[in-house]
Each structure stands twice: as C-alpha cells, then as structure tokens.
DNA sequence: TCCATATTTCCACGATACTGGAAATATGGA
DNA sequence: TCCATATTTCCAGTATCGTGGAAATATGGA
C-alpha cells in the first residue's frame, strides 16, 4: 500500500501554514532556509511553526539540517514529485484527461 | 489567491476514504458510480459516505447528478489536472526537479 | 564556565473533523 | 395514495488537529 505516504503528504499539504511553509522553502531553492527565518517570514510563534515543520518531515517534504546553532530546512524535491506522480499514476490511472493538461503545464512550466 | 481550492482539493483528498472515494471514481470512468453502490464498496454506512461525497464535491472533485431514485457520482478530471498543475507550477514554481519526473511519469503512463 | 541564541519538546486548551444513529426528503412503482 | 428504495440532513459523541506558553536542549562565543 504506497498510498499511505501519498495520504500522509496530501495531508502535510492541506493546511494554509503547512502550504505557505513549503512554498517558501521551494522558493528558497537548494540553500532552504533556517526554521527561524520561516517563522519570521509566515508571523507564526517558533514553537508552532516547529511542529509544523515536524509534519512536513514526517511526510518527508522537507528536510532540516544543523549547521551551527540554526536549523537549515530544505523542500525534498523528489517527495512532492513523488506525490504529483502518485496523482498521475497511481490515483488518476494515467487517464488521458489528466495526463494532458500536466504534460501541457509541464511543457510550458520548465521542460 | 487561488490556492484556496487548491487548499479545500488538498484537504479533501487528505483522508481515506476519500481518497479512496475518488481513485474509485477514476477507475468507474464517465459512466461513474451511485452513491450506494460506493457505500459498498468501501463497507461504510450511506450517511457517513455522504457527508464525504460532500466534502468532494465541494472541493470540485466529484459531481452528483440525480438519476431516478439514484444519484450518480463522478469524478471531475479537470479539478483533478487543476490540482496538479497548480502543486506544479504554483507551489513549486515550475522547478525542473520537480518537472522532469513528472514528465517522464506523464510519458509512459498515457501521453 | 556562563550566557545568549536557535530550536525543540511538553503540555493543555479550543477548534475542527470523522462517524453513525435517527429522521427527513426524493423518486418510482403498485 | 401508499410503500419501498436511495440518499441526504440533523445531531451528538469521540477523536484528532492547530496553537502557543513554559521549560528543556543544543550550539557557539566570551
């Protein structure tokens, strides 16, 4: 059943700060950026945006790395590739209906 | 901001049986599926699985439409294909990390 | 060692979600 | 009209989630 991580991140995404949080780090690029410095940017307490982060990588969306006394959080690319796959494939069968309008956005998105 | 939809799609899909709810749809094709014969599916009572059609259809991911005593249910491709371009090019910013598999998912899984 | 900074863990409160019983609504047939 | 079927609405109980205060942990520097 490879569903349960699709759920567990279609379930770190559902919520607004969650969003807003990987959103950011994806904005941020490979350098991502230190959990205080997300706190700051989404006006969130340190200690709920923690929990937060602690949801997103369970589901394994981000990943956070010491360096120095901060915390560096980074967006998994390969995860939420992942779920949009598991969308496509799995959920959706690669039903013509979906896959052409994802390969159109790709197309015009980046490849 | 139109991540609000995609917000309530993200929520909707985020659980279960609702997903469950959906990848049958997908699998029932246009023709789709009476609630009930949902219900019996998934072993859950009609009133619980009603409210969870709701939640669905409020996010446009599914649609009812009354046929006799019977009300069919289907799923929505393109909120399906929305949902996913947005994950693409809204949250993550067309990024060629994120593109590229998807891509090549898109490729061999229909287009 | 002591202190400041950065983040997390612990914990509890309020809000929201999931579930299903009971009753209501809608349709079709006798 | 009356009844059976199909589904929804109403409602309440339980569970899970989101939030943030207070304390704990980890790191680096003086």
């Not at 709920?48 to 981000?62: F, M, R």
């Not at 995860?79 to 197309?107: H, K, N, T, W, Y």
């Amino acid at each position: 059943m490879e569903s349960k991580l699709a759920l567990s991140q279609l379930s770190a995404l559902a919520q607004e700060n969650r969003l807003a949080v990987f959103r950011l780090l994806v904005k941020a690029g490979h350098d991502g950026l230190p959990a205080g410095d997300i706190a700051a940017a989404l006006g969130v307490p340190p200690n709920t945006l923690s929990s937060q982060l602690n949801i997103l990588s369970n589901a394994g969306l981000v990943e956070g790395n010491r360096q120095g006394r901060s915390i560096i959080y980074t967006a998994n690319y390969d995860a939420i590739s992942g779920l949009i796959v598991f969308l496509m494939e799995d959920c959706c069968q690669g039903r013509e209906e979906v896959c052409s309008p994802v390969m159109a956005a790709a197309q015009s998105a980046c490849c």
